[in-house]
């Protein structure tokens, strides 16, 4: 049986250092297993975060050899084994210990996007009648499983630190989903220009590039919300409408 | 006394999967302050795995439906040893159910004049499962998750509950601590819910992640409530076996609702030659019928792989015993067949079994539309649990209710698939509103400082530097419980197996506690690890005392001793019990005769 090197990043919020570890190989593995290997034959303490190991709950999300990816995803076989492989946790979070930061900021930032609101029922009997296509139309941005890999290759997050001002691309995805379900009445486009700092994406494509489930976040749904802000901020004749009527809600 | 910190609610929901969350929504709905406590972040939970759909007589693909279809079916497929009461519910408020789910933004699948469409799936007369593709769980979680987030409830991500705490009889709080730190907290509450999952941690080869140790089952045993039905492991039929590494994952039963055959190493169709007598009206003897009921056809009758999920699972052990499994211990499930019958059959695979296509693609190199899928059972739901009122889903013990899988009691023998997402919601919803209502009727309790004291020196035990001669490694004998248990209590169950087992599991709790971990608190894995053995000896002894006790095979619970059902079993549960020395006791509990009403539907049914 191979076996693999390991170089995985040990430490908490003070301060840490690679550690070099080496794990058995068999076929199939992906890097996640190696990781258990290592937590019980080497490191009990070990921290690392997972749980469906499927591909489909985003808890496992780590840096391997430098790239953002889902650990439970990563095959051994595609990685090459003549070099030690690295580990680290998502760099763009706080750390909490080893594998494992604190990525309770999305949670917040979530909270400030408005919920959904549906409009009336269509049926007497309080149901609603959509076509398929619509429900499609948004399927891309409801697979998204939450693992924040987006968030961390994020540079506006990653390097600039704007947390406060800016909610970043899982959650762009998430206000799109929204805003293009076929029931949902609220306007969130005020506050993605006011408050919520879509102005400062300008649109690197890093986030779809690392994406587990391929959303094409930057076209699919940064670019369409970006236009929806010029469509109803920077249109003229809105503009002067705003001006006669500043309470109103933007026509159509 | 270790330091905590204090924390009071009316109602303290214990779990974040469906049921948890969907408690917490109804509970925080009458104006009481809710905590919700979780092991992992949000949104992570199990039922985020679930891939078929919900099961909801709605009757929008097919007239016929109804309740009593429904209720019939979950009985049937249960072998009659279901709470028939929590069934007739069931059955009558799933359809609400989903629709308060639309409402709160959940997107299903369509039919053609635009209402929510539903799918086939195994033990269902009708196409009843509504479903958005394979991630129908991932909808559910996701939309229960964006709503309750604006109720006003205090979550408490990544957090363990250690113990429960009684005053004069009645449960007013838990303690526990939070991985990040480790440090202890003390949730006081009126009214507490477990909705902590299942227990498939508890066997080698299993579809469930590391946090089903059983600990709402064990939480609740500990303070006195009864567990039945805990005889009754479902091993989902079709789990991927290859590689080594992703061995126990689920492959949705859609792959079968939507055409897919299961094939031995022959190369034959051998659920055809398998179908028991009392689903034999009902079940397709030949390919062509098979196919057509898979496309919709009404007057088609469905194919033997969707027969229910214990049966399909040990029809496939069978053909490994006999010689004819595939290369790596399983059969072949097969999709990619279909090409034969449609023209475009790779794009409507990618269309309706997404994550699948994605699964197999990443993790095990095999195209689906193409090739076979070798498959084989994994542990995958727990029947059994905290025994429950049916209405209330209160349990033996004042103030403390139990929902969703940790609960029990719906299901009887054999869980139907697509049951579960419903009975989250149904009994989710009913939990959550009885637990307001009793917290509105009771003060907060007193808090006993010795069960604080014990409970956090127990839980640091496994940091003493001093005593232990022989060290042990929680992962070694986490393990070694999971080999045992997938061996000597698995799919075929013997007597003399079954007592080595117990002998078993009071000798690796013997050795438990000279379990020693390394490093600190802060979110240390083996710390953790060593934290959930108590939970995991606890239901894998109440599993054992069960089947031993239950002398026949019924459902999930086959006995090669005893391989046939016997009528007189039909007539009770197995409650699990803690006795006056602090030993695990099973009795018999009587099941109440079935209302008349009820009994005609089920003769109707038949």
Redesign the interface.
């Known amino acids: 049986m191979a076996t693999a090197s390991f170089r995985v990043w040990r430490g908490?919020a003070q301060g840490g250092a690679f550690a070099d570890y080496t794990a058995e190989i068999?076929?199939?593995?992906?890097v996640l297993?190696a990781i258990h290997r290592i937590?019980?034959e080497h490191?009990?303490?070990?921290?690392?975060?997972?749980?469906?190991?499927?591909?489909?709950?985003?808890?496992c999300s780590a840096e391997v050899n430098g790239m953002p990816r889902l650990m439970c995803?990563t095959?051994m076989s595609e990685l090459p084994l003549d070099k030690p492989i690295t580990v680290e946790p998502m760099r763009a979070f706080p750390l909490?210990?080893?594998l494992?930061t604190?990525?309770?900021w999305n949670?917040r930032a979530?909270?400030k996007i408005k919920?959904?609101k549906?409009r009336k029922p269509d049926a007497p009997d309080?149901?609603?009648?959509?076509?398929?296509e619509d429900?499609d139309r948004?399927?891309e941005f409801?697979?998204c499983?939450?693992c924040f890999l987006c968030q961390d290759v994020c540079h506006v997050i990653r390097n600039h630190q704007l947390q406060e001002d800016y909610i970043g691309p899982r959650l762009f995805v998430?206000t799109v989903a929204?805003e293009m379900?076929?029931?949902?009445t609220e306007n969130r486009i005020a506050d993605l220009k006011k408050s919520q700092g879509l102005g400062y994406c300008n649109i690197t494509k890093c986030c779809t590039k690392v994406c587990p489930e391929s959303i094409t976040i930057t076209d699919n749904a940064i670019i369409p919300l970006k236009e929806r802000v010029v469509d109803e901020f920077y249109d003229p004749l809105r503009m002067l409408a705003r001006l006669v009527w500043p309470d109103s809600k933007p026509p159509g | 006394m270790a330091e905590y910190q204090t924390y009071s609610h009316d109602v303290l929901v214990i779990g974040a999967g469906g049921a948890g969350l969907r408690a917490a929504i109804e509970a925080a709905a009458g104006g009481g302050k809710v905590g919700l406590v979780c092991k992992?972040?949000?949104?992570?939970?199990?039922t985020?795995?679930a891939e078929g759909g919900i099961a909801a007589a709605m009757g929008n693909v097919d007239d016929r439906d109804n309740w009593k279809v429904h209720f019939a079916d979950t009985m049937r497929g249960g072998q009659y040893v279901n709470n028939w009461q929590m069934a007739e519910l069931h059955a009558k408020e799933a359809p609400d159910c989903v629709?308060e789910l639309?409402?709160?933004?959940a997107?299903?699948?369509?039919t053609k004049?635009?209402?929510?469409?539903q799918r086939n799936f195994g033990g269902h007369r009708y196409p009843r499962l509504v479903h958005?593709?394979d991630?129908t769980g991932?909808?559910m979680i996701?939309t229960l998750q964006?709503?309750g987030?604006?109720q006003g409830i205090d979550?408490f991500?990544e957090h363990s509950i250690l113990t429960l705490l009684k005053d004069d009889g009645r449960v007013v709080g838990a303690f526990g601590y939070d991985s990040?730190r480790g440090r202890f907290h003390l949730f006081k509450a009126k009214a507490v819910i477990l909705a902590t999952g299942g227990i498939g941690r508890a066997f080698k080869i299993t579809s469930n992640?590391?946090?089903y140790t059983g600990d709402g089952q064990a939480l609740a045993y500990d303070a006195g409530a009864e567990l039945i039905d805990m005889e009754f492991v479902q091993f989902h039929p079709t789990g991927m076996i290859?590689?080594?590494?992703?061995q126990g994952?689920?492959v949705t039963e859609a792959v079968r609702g939507d055409g897919g055959v299961l094939l031995n190493s022959e190369g034959r169709r051998f659920m055809l030659d398998d179908i028991p007598e009392n689903y034999r009206a009902q079940t397709a003897d030949n390919e062509e019928e098979g196919w057509r009921y898979t496309q919709g056809d009404r007057n088609a009758r469905r194919p033997p792989e969707l027969l229910t999920r214990d049966h399909v699972a040990r029809c496939i052990m069978r053909e490994v015993r006999d010689g004819r499994g595939s290369p790596h211990g399983g059969v072949f499930l097969d999709i990619s067949w279909i090409k034969r019958k449609i023209p475009n059959s790779e794009q409507v695979i990618i269309k309706k079994l997404p994550?699948m296509y994605?699964?197999f693609k990443?993790?095990?190199d095999i195209d689906i539309t193409k090739e076979p899928m070798e498959v084989g059972p994994t542990t995958h739901y727990m029947m059994g649990g905290i025994r429950v009122d049916a209405e209330s889903q209160e349990s033996t013990v004042p103030g403390l209710f139990a929902v969703g899988e940790c609960g029990a009691g719906l299901h009887g023998a054999n869980r139907l698939g697509g049951n579960s997402l419903s009975d989250l919601l149904v009994f989710g919803k009913r939990a959550g509103a009885y637990a307001a209502r009793f917290a509105k009727e009771h003060q907060f309790g007193r808090i006993d400082d010795n069960a604080l004291e014990t409970a956090s020196r127990t839980a640091l035990e496994p940091f003493a530097t001093n005593g232990a001669a022989q060290v042990e490694?929680?992962?070694?004998i986490q393990q070694e419980l999971q080999e045992m248990m997938q061996d000597q209590v698995g799919i075929v169950r013997m007597h003399a197996d079954m007592e080595r087992a117990l002998e078993g599991i009071a000798r690796l709790s013997d050795r438990a506690r000279r379990v020693r971990?390394?490093?600190?608190r802060?979110?240390?894995?083996?710390?953790h690890t060593a934290l959930t053995l108590r939970s995991m000896f606890i239901v894998s002894e109440a599993i054992t005392r069960s089947a031993l006790e239950r002398r026949e095979s019924r459902g999930a619970h086959f006995r090669e001793d005893f391989p046939g059902p016997d009528p007189s079993h039909a007539k009770f549960n197995l409650a699990v019990g803690k006795d006056s020395g602090g030993g695990m006791q099973v009795r018999q509990a009587p099941i109440p005769e079935m209302r008349s009403d009820l009994r005609q539907v089920i003769e109707e049914m038949k």
Not at chain 2, 107 to 110: G, K, M, N, V
Not at chain 2, 113 to 117: Q, S, Y
């Open positions: 908490d068999s076929e199939g593995m992906v297993d937590q019980a490191a009990n303490d070990l921290a690392v975060r997972w749980n469906c190991k499927a591909g489909k709950c985003g808890s995803m095959r909490i210990r080893d494992v604190d990525v309770s949670f979530k909270m919920e959904f549906p309080g149901t609603w009648r959509m076509a398929q429900v948004v399927q409801r697979k499983i939450e998430h929204l379900h076929p029931l949902d | 992992s972040l949000l949104g992570k939970a199990h985020v795995m629709r639309e409402a709160w933004g997107l299903f699948d369509r004049d635009g209402r929510i469409l958005v593709g991630r991932l909808e996701r964006d709503h987030i604006h979550v991500m990040e992640s590391w946090e290859w590689p080594p590494s992703v994952i689920l994550s994605h699964q990443q993790l095990a490694s929680p992962y070694q971990v390394t490093g600190n802060q979110y240390n894995s083996g710390w």
